[in-house]
């Protein structure tokens, strides 16, 4: 048996005595994912033992080191432990953009200090964190943004607006973009973070067109922030934006697998014949993006991909998103267009296809995401 | 998995090495057309195949063959499709010799497949699409024998081969899987018709006619009435090879065309300039990464003996195929009047997808294959 055997057979061990029976079925909607943060309510006692056996394990974050509140897993290790999580059907038991986005590139960017201060919390649910990048001016041409932070001497001072910021109105701490010289485009920005109790910082939900409001406008009045809250060198924080977004990107990605395994036509049945032969298109274009992503993972660890290959990934598996919640309201007819009903779980079918919309905006536009390919991998003129 | 090892790697370069040298369209593909050869290859390359152990990527190591699998013919074919090499390899090195693997055929001609002498062939269809369990051509008991009668076509480089491995029905109906056998038919078979044909691509195919070909009982290659296994182990291999050639043939359009929109200049532009044509090429540039993928990963399951190696074959061809499709277009497209032209190297794609799109299935085959397989 090798060492990834034993690792295996434990892991399952471990997860078939710990993972609460009802974290083992689907999530039903949205509010059962568990996010943590100071002013988390448990949705059950089964998410707050899941969550909390998890943490003790470093097992929300697999792949940080011990010291961050990780487990030090190589990657193939922490591909074992998904793998038999998704075997039980095992919840991911937090949700987290500073698992997803802030602690890579912390990881990469941050002080000891900074690793030490904000990781463990994140590892641990306590912190929940948004992210502040889009603003009303700033969409596709993110490096245009204006909130602005003046260096006050021991403290910046933050005014300016943010939009699009996801659960702004329930994070804790935000990452945000702000313009430190107007010298430069890129070159004067700088990547801070802060407490959203800090005074001068407010949120608006904005409504979505699935009757949801997850994004929010978030205003900046005179807030004060310490000087030492900065993630790399101020007027660099561009690259730490864009190393940040490679992440987000390859996260969005994901999508592109959708929630279940196996085809789309297995789950959906289609008894018409056109519409047989459109799901069908798509289950083939679905499994060979699998076998990408599973490819590129693999070639990711071994240091064989290309930089800019999120931005394929992001821009494939998002149409390849949208494409399967189009596919699912064809099949479900007239009873997919309901908006109320228990019945249709109020309406989650139309409700998941409208969310999906914003997939190939968010993290960037999948015309950016084309710009990108064109420019470095392509490596076409003027791009 | 999904990575390839430094062996694989090692095999890829000296594919890639020798076809780039040796393969390309004006020394191949443009020379064997313009003097209209009647094999549509040339058997020195399939020599040179040969000398490097290329031709036994599929054969056993015990059988003289390098002992690998449909992974490495991946790699292989990944390249000739990129330089639109014309060769037996898929036909006799990957579809016939996985076809009689492990049967007494494999003795008699393995050696033959292995120097380069012998090109054998498959003939599965017998009409107009692939049907494979619609075969209709009868073989009826005769003595200790079987006597042959019916019609196969788009059998691939039919003309030039010394065997065809030919599927009949000795039992059922057609529709069926059963009752199919598989025979091993000499050339020179008394009663076997051969009609060489040139395609689109300039590649042969032959129309045969069984008009009371007698063989023996020892032609049968594995158990009568159970033709199905040896076949669908050839058509596998196949399809999931005419993937990756597919991945090559998109590959090679696509480079073709990046190459044109950074050379090109309108407007006093470089054409590659305009966002229009970024957007399209940068689209097909990650078609091209996710058909590779598909054609790797089928061609891995095959090696495992995975039980979900027969929907990710579909998977592949049904991609590999609509992603080629798409790159040619393109490539057409891009090329704008140049293209047009037989001057320009171009239009070989064209034509070569539009064959290989064809083979062991075409898109609608696989895609409503994928769903049957899925149940649905």
Redesign the interface.
Known sequence: MTDLDAFRSDTRAWLEANCPTEMRQPMGSEADACWGGRNWTFGSDAQRTWLERMVARGWTVPHWPKEYGGAGLSPSEAKVLKEEMAGIGARNPLYSFGISMLGPALLKFGTDEQKKRFLPEIARGETRWCQGYSEPGAGSDLAGLQTKAEDKGDHWLINGQKVWTSYADKADWIFCLVRTSAASKQGGISFLLFDMATPGVSTKPILLISGNSPFCETFFDNVKVPKDQVVGEVNRGWDVAKYLLGHEREMIAGMGLGATGGTLGRMLKPDDPFLRSEIATFDVDALAFAAMSERFFEMFKAGETHPASPSMMKYAGTELNKRRHELMMSAGGFDALEWDSERSKSGKTARDWLRTKANSIEGGTSEIQLNIVAKHILGLPGA | ???LNDDQKMLRETAADFLADKGGIAKQLRHWRDISCKDGFGHDLWKQFAELGLTGICIPDDQGGLGLGAVEAALVLEEIGRNLTPSPFLTTAVVAARTIAGTAHAERWYPAILSGESVLSLAVDESGRHAPQNTALSADRRGNGFVLNGEKQFVVQGASADMVLTVARTGGSPGERDGITLFAVPKDAAGLDIENEALADSSKVARLRFSNVGLDADAVVGEVDAGWVPLSRGLNAGRAGASAELVGVAAGASAMT?DY??QRKQFG??I??F?AL??R???L???I??????A??AAELLDSGDEISE??V???K??AA?VAKLSVQEAMQMHGGIGMTDEHDIGFYVKREAVLGELFGNVYF???R??DL???
């Open positions: 998995m999904a990575l990046v929109l950074k532009k470089l590659g300039e966002q970024q957007h090429a940068a689209h540039y990650g078609e990464e996710i058909a590779r993928a598909a790797l990963k929907l990710m579909s998977v592949a049904a991609k609509s696989h895609r409503a994928v769903a899925s149940d649905y």
